[in-house]
């Protein structure tokens, strides 16, 4: 079984619709990351969270939501859909340690807004 | 700020050295990272070097880090069709736990 697991794996959905894509992890780590990924611009960090208790905005976290429902629950709403947010979203869990912190990702979620 | 910034498509063939190039501008980076992804998958980390190190080897991976040019590189010795896919440099800038990334590299080989 995957260390981190996203669903769904595919979505399709329409314009102004609301949805939520979500992420668990069975890596016991504190550290929980959305990143999207559009090709040419690589990974953008949309949220993430330290704890249970600690939300952070990324980069573009602008149309985005976020829930820690539990320190192996991460999901991402996406309220309003626009097609610009068409993309592969990945999720990532990290340890908390000072050395080098590998991420661990999940799968990826394509999501497509017609 | 931080930046990341990396050639967005190499093509080698079959048996030769790839050398995948990356510019990062944060300073303070404590480590940085080469994230392999292969087609339909997530990230995984491939290999990682310690911002006081000028090289690390690991088996067929060479990675160098100019510290002064804030130029980080990855070579892969005889590059095998199984190497191909896109490779993500990152950079953890210091003081923060979260990973920076270029926007990947696509590795492809032929016979």
């Known amino acids: 079984d995957a260390d981190v697991t996203q669903t769904p794996r595919n979505r399709i959905t329409k314009t102004g619709k609301r949805i939520m894509l979500e992420c668990s992890q069975t890596k016991g780590h504190d550290r929980m990351y959305w990143y999207r990924q559009d090709p040419g611009l690589g990974l953008r960090l949309i949220y993430y969270?330290?704890?249970?208790?600690?939300?952070n905005k990324g980069e573009i976290s602008d149309g985005y939501s976020v829930s820690r429902q539990a320190q192996a629950k991460f999901s991402l709403s996406l309220e309003s859909a626009i097609p610009n947010q068409t993309a592969l979203y990945f999720c990532?869990?990290?340890?908390?340690?000072?050395?080098?912190?590998?991420?661990?990702f999940g799968q990826g979620t394509r999501l497509t807004v017609v | 700020g931080e930046d990341v910034e990396q050639s967005l498509f190499l093509s080698v063939r079959e048996g030769d050295s790839s050398v995948i190039n990356c510019t990062y501008t944060?300073?303070?980076?404590?480590?940085l990272y080469w994230y392999k992804q292969e087609p339909g998958a997530g990230l995984q980390l491939l290999t990682y070097?310690?911002?006081?190190?000028d090289m690390k080897q690991d088996q067929r991976l060479t990675v160098l880090l100019n510290k002064k040019d804030k130029h980080l590189s990855l070579r892969i010795a005889d590059t095998q069709t199984g190497d191909s896919a896109i490779y993500f440099c990152?950079?953890?800038?210091?003081?923060?736990?979260?990973?920076?990334f270029g926007a990947g590299t696509r590795l492809a080989v032929h016979p």
């Open positions: 990532a869990t990290s340890d908390k340690g000072q050395g080098k912190t590998e991420a661990f």
């Open positions: 944060d300073s303070s980076s404590t480590y």
């Open positions: 070097i310690f911002s006081n190190m």
């Open positions: 969270s330290f704890d249970v208790k600690d939300i």
């Open positions: 990152a950079e953890r800038p210091g003081g923060y736990n979260k990973l920076i």
